[in-house]
């Protein structure tokens, strides 16, 4: 069995941080947005992303409070709002 600890330890920092934004020039943006922004970059830019359609993400998932693994599939269909 594995130990919770460093999740705990983790969940206890992450929800006693305090909120916070960051700021481009004058004008102060959400961390959500600036990070969103900066993950579409890495991985092909706005443009790119913006003609795909269809995702298909599969993941194989470790839950602590699962005796195996297991794999989550994940289907999305852009191709309509």
């Known amino acids: 069995m594995r130990s919770r600890r460093p ?6 920092v992450l929800g006693l941080a305090p909120p916070f934004s960051f700021a481009f020039g004058s004008k102060a943006v ?14 092909g830019g706005r443009d790119a992303w913006s003609r795909v359609t269809y995702v298909h993400v599969e993941a ?11 794999v989550n599939r ?5 191709s309509e709002p």
């Open 74 to 78: 994940i289907w999305n269909d852009f």
């Open 7 to 12: 999740l705990a330890i983790l969940t206890l």
């Open 30 to 43: 959400d961390p959500g947005s600036a990070l969103a922004e900066k993950l579409l970059a890495v991985m």
């Open 60 to 70: 194989i998932h470790d839950d602590l409070d699962l005796p195996e693994p297991f």
